[in-house]
């Protein structure tokens, strides 16, 4: 075998049973910087050995075995050994036999990588860290990826995740999954992450590209483990819903040369559905549960709104409405004002909506925030108002931080140059 073949089998395994991988050594050797360093070592030593022995019939089982023998030796490296490094030595012997080819599942997703989900997004973490380290020991990315995928120099990332492990450490999270008291809030964090890294591929804050559909991909793979892990919490499977809905557009939203299309001008014919049907098998899941609808399944009701419109104009506005005033309740936020101000828009009209958005700019809770002036330009361009609505569009332009969406808002605004006011 090849060593580019070999290399290719080493990432696909990583890949794909990268985070089982770690979660197993971390509850094995206690210590996620420890797990990952030896899982390191084992990813070399296949890289090495699997030329000559071929691939093992279970990749995964042999690197998790490998790298708990590796701790094993460096516990026995140790100049003095006492009895405590001796007991736990013995125990990480027990623990590498177990790893033997018959028992270990790839199809099997267990408590340990919930437990490595909380870990990463713990909140002794800020979210920037949580953000890193999820994608880091979860997704399995590396840090260059990471660092390129927010924009950041790899030595940045690097330091960030460094320092993410060392406060664990130093706050000494065990690796488990919260006490059920302590669940609801830290789902919810996890969740957030999640979400957070899914948007930042659907809609790039900053950068050359109006979308990272890998970062929004990888968002969405943890997503789904995340869901089969806790199948009796409605808003993992609204999550799900919403991310599938979601990224089911992700074809028809630009152009070959990456040129956004908004939705309103998007072929739906090239909207994925396959990954609608499971978004709607997910969001049918939430409801199963029967504890009603929470922010994430409301939205992905709105997902499915637009997902079973076969045109634009077929939408139906008057309920993403409701939806949108069902989440000002649950989840209360400016952006989710402004996302109704722009349903209200659709469904009624633009005057009421400008009514919506003109409150939110006296309240100067969305200064800064370009999509506040880029839908009251569009508004007041529906009302005749056009030097007005250009001067708004120019603003969210001089605002964005996505060079795509810049060109898209001065477009838009040279669009209504020249039309009466």
Same mark, same amino acid.
């Given at each position: 075998?090849?060593?580019?073949?070999?290399r290719?089998?080493?990432?696909?395994?990583?890949?794909?049973?990268?985070?089982?991988?770690?979660?197993?050594?971390?509850?094995t050797?206690?210590?996620?910087?420890?797990? $990952?360093?030896?899982a390191?070592?084992?990813?070399?030593?296949?890289?090495?050995?699997?030329p +000559? /022995?071929?691939?093992?019939?279970?990749?995964?089982?042999?690197?998790?075995?490998?790298?708990?023998?590796?701790a094993?030796d460096?516990?026995?490296?140790? $100049?003095?050994?006492?009895e405590?490094?001796?007991?736990?030595?013995?125990?990480?012997?027990?623990?590498?036999?177990?790893?033997d080819e018959?028992?270990?599942?790839?199809?099997?997703?267990?408590?340990d990588?919930?437990?490595?989900?909380?870990?990463?997004?713990?909140?002794?973490?800020?979210?920037?860290?949580?953000?890193?380290?999820?994608?880091?020991?979860?997704?399995?990315?590396?840090?260059?990826?990471?660092?390129k995928a927010?924009?950041v120099?790899?030595a940045?990332?690097?330091?960030?995740?460094?320092?993410?492990k060392? /406060?664990?450490?130093a706050?000494?999270v065990?690796?488990?999954?919260?006490?059920?008291?302590?669940?609801?809030?830290?789902?919810?964090?996890?969740? #957030?992450?999640?979400?957070?890294?899914?948007?930042?591929?659907?809609?790039?804050?900053?950068?050359?590209?109006?979308?990272?559909?890998?970062?929004?991909?990888? +968002?969405?793979?943890?997503t789904?483990?995340?869901?089969?892990?806790?199948?009796r919490?409605? $808003?993992a499977? #609204?999550?799900?819903?919403?991310?599938?809905?979601s990224?089911?557009?992700?074809?028809?939203? /630009?152009?070959?040369?990456?040129?956004?299309?908004?939705?309103?001008?998007?072929?739906?014919?090239?909207?994925?559905?396959?990954?609608?049907t499971?978004?709607?098998?997910?969001?049918?899941?939430?409801d199963?549960?029967?504890?009603?609808?929470?922010?994430? #399944?409301?939205?992905?009701?709105?997902?499915?709104?637009h997902?079973?419109a076969a045109?634009?104009?077929?939408?139906?506005?008057?309920?993403?409405?409701?939806?949108?005033?069902?989440?000002?309740?649950?989840?209360?936020?400016?952006?989710v004002?402004?996302?109704?101000?722009?349903?209200?828009?659709?469904?009624?009209?633009?005057?009421?909506?400008?009514?919506?958005?003109?409150?939110?700019?006296?309240?100067?809770?969305l200064?800064?925030?370009?999509l506040?002036?880029?839908?009251?330009?569009?508004?007041?361009g529906?009302?005749?108002?056009?030097?007005?609505?250009?001067? $708004?569009?120019?603003?969210?332009?001089?605002?964005?931080?996505?060079?795509?969406?810049?060109?898209?808002?001065?477009?838009?605004?040279?669009?209504?140059?020249?039309?009466n006011?």
């Open positions: 075998m090849t060593d580019d073949a070999v290719n089998a080493v990432d696909a395994v990583w890949r794909i049973d990268g985070a089982k991988i770690v979660a197993a050594l971390t509850r050797v206690g210590d996620l910087d420890l797990a $990952e360093d030896v390191g070592q084992a990813l070399l030593e296949a890289i090495e050995q699997w +000559a /022995t071929g691939i093992p019939r279970n990749p995964a089982a042999w690197l998790t075995s490998v790298a708990t023998r590796r094993i460096g516990w026995r490296r140790r $100049e003095r050994l006492d405590r490094y001796a007991h736990f030595a013995r125990e990480l012997e027990n623990d590498a036999n177990r790893f018959d028992g270990w599942d790839p199809d099997r997703i267990d408590d990588v919930l437990r490595l989900i909380f870990m990463a997004c713990h909140p002794v973490l800020n979210r920037k860290a949580q953000v890193a380290l999820t994608l880091r020991v979860v997704g399995g990315l590396t840090t260059e990826e990471i660092a927010f924009l120099p790899t940045t990332m690097q330091q960030r995740i460094v320092r993410a060392k /406060t664990l450490t706050a000494k065990v690796f488990e999954v919260p006490p059920r008291d302590e669940f609801p809030s830290r789902l919810s964090a996890v969740l #957030g992450v999640l979400y957070l890294i899914f948007n930042e591929g659907y809609a790039a804050s900053s950068g050359t590209e109006w979308m990272r559909t890998d970062l929004s991909s990888e +968002a969405l793979r943890l789904r483990i995340l869901a089969e892990l806790v199948p919490e409605p $808003e499977h #609204g999550l799900v819903a919403l991310m599938e809905l990224a089911s557009r992700f074809g028809a939203r /630009t152009t070959a040369d990456g040129e956004p299309i908004l939705l309103s001008d998007q072929d739906r014919a090239r909207w994925d559905r396959t990954q609608i499971r978004g709607l098998v997910a969001l049918a899941r939430a199963d549960v029967g504890r009603g609808r929470g922010p994430y #399944g409301l939205q992905a009701g709105i997902a499915e709104c997902a079973r045109t634009f104009e077929d939408t139906d506005w008057k309920k993403i409405v409701l939806l949108y005033e069902a989440l000002q309740q649950l989840a209360p936020s400016p952006v004002d402004l996302n109704h101000a722009a349903a209200v828009s659709m469904a009624y009209g633009p005057a009421p909506a400008l009514e919506f958005v003109d409150k939110l700019v006296a309240s100067g809770e200064a800064g925030y370009h506040l002036p880029s839908v009251r330009g569009e508004l007041l529906k009302l005749g108002r056009t030097e007005e609505a250009r001067t $708004e569009l120019l603003e969210a332009a001089r605002l964005a931080g996505n060079e795509r969406e810049k060109v898209v808002l001065i477009a838009k605004a040279d669009a209504l140059r020249g039309r006011t």
